[in-house]
């Protein structure tokens, strides 16, 4: 027996735009915490230790961004393929 999931190709469309748009939230976030991060004069060990965590951890939260982006369009791209089906028939 196997299983079927029913989705309907709207709902993946609606998913993806959702996607996206909390992947430009994640984006927006980023740059805030960037240009918070840089407009702050930094001095001393502890902060140079922070400075470069964060110059770690900023590729890292990008890194996000692109798997939610790809995420939407691999959702986009299988709701356009049940679209074509279901409108060929």
Do not use: C, K
């Not at 609606?14 to 805030?32: C, H, L, N, P, Y």
């Not at 400075?51 to 990008?62: G, I, S």
């Amino acid at each position: 027996m196997s299983d079927i999931i029913r989705v309907p190709y709207t709902e993946l469309f609606q998913r993806a735009a959702s996607i996206r748009q909390q992947a430009e939230v994640v984006r927006q976030e980023i740059s805030t915490l960037d240009e918070t991060v840089t407009s702050i004069d930094w001095m001393g060990q502890r902060a140079q230790r922070f400075f470069n965590m964060w110059e770690e951890a900023r590729p890292q939260m990008q890194q996000w961004v692109t798997i939610l982006e790809s995420f939407a369009t691999d959702l986009e791209n299988q709701a356009r393929r049940m679209q074509t089906a279901d409108e060929s028939f």
